[in-house]
């Protein structure tokens, strides 16, 4: 059981906007940063977004992300073939038990 | 080129201990906090444990703590993640990260490496 709830899928067709939720609570999402990271088939992840909206360099502007509460969400528009990976939002909880990165159960996102 | 090498895959019993190592280049390994994340198989990601650049801040997932130590040797560019009484549930492909910034709090993991294969089985 993750701590930051994602739907388990996304699809959309190439060309088309598809939008990826990340639920928290007030201890993560709603106190920090919101990270979204790209694992495409059998690689290691890639960063994709960090501080909630912003791009490392060399990502597509197709990728935007943003938060509002305890939810952020990732939107990828104008989807092509290359996007078809996992997507993972992160954040840090700040737990009384022990601060940490908490991860979303990840996002399967197939291109039609 | 920034580039994280890590050390090969390795089955080990279960109660065994084992030394993860993470081998950085390419920028200035001091100036960057550093984390190991990982992903059991057919499953997400899982942060396990986080240092700072001059490794005096460390934190830990509750899953690991008291069994895994991460550490780092700035001397030598190196990352190692001390795993004791290893459990079949810490099977997984562990990874080392590199952070944008120099404390480990709210990582930024800007570059991954390759991972390493740990299989806890008898």
């Known amino acids: 059981q993750s701590v930051l709830t994602q739907p388990p899928s996304a699809s959309g067709t190439p060309g088309q906007r598809v939008t990826i939720s990340c639920s928290g609570s007030s201890s993560n999402i709603g106190s920090n940063y919101v990270y979204w990271y790209q694992q495409l088939p059998g690689t290691a992840p890639k960063l994709l977004i960090y501080r909630h909206n912003k791009r490392p360099s060399g990502v597509p502007d197709r990728f935007s992300g943003s938060r509002s509460g305890t939810s952020a969400s990732l939107a990828i528009s104008g989807l092509r073939s290359e996007d078809e990976a996992d997507y993972y939002c992160a954040a840090w909880d700040d737990t009384l038990s022990g601060p940490g990165l908490v991860f979303g159960g990840g996002t399967k996102v197939t291109v039609l | 080129e920034v580039q994280l090498l890590q050390s090969g895959g390795v089955l080990v019993q279960p109660g065994e201990s084992l030394r993860l190592s993470c081998a950085a280049s390419g920028f200035t390994f001091s100036s960057s906090a550093m984390s190991w994340i990982r992903q059991a198989p057919e499953k997400g990601l899982e942060w396990v444990s986080g240092?700072?650049?001059?490794?005096?801040?460390?934190y830990y997932a509750d899953s690991v703590k008291g069994r895994f130590t991460i550490s780092r040797d700035n001397s030598k560019n190196m990352l190692y993640l001390q795993t004791n009484s290893l459990r079949v549930d810490d099977t997984a492909v562990y990874y080392c990260?590199?952070?944008?910034?120099?404390?480990?709090?709210?990582?930024?993991?800007?570059?991954w490496g390759q991972g390493t294969l740990v299989t806890v089985s008898s």
């Open positions: 240092i700072s650049g001059s490794g005096d801040d460390t």
């Open positions: 990260a590199k952070d944008k910034k120099v404390n480990a709090i709210v990582p930024e993991l800007d570059y």
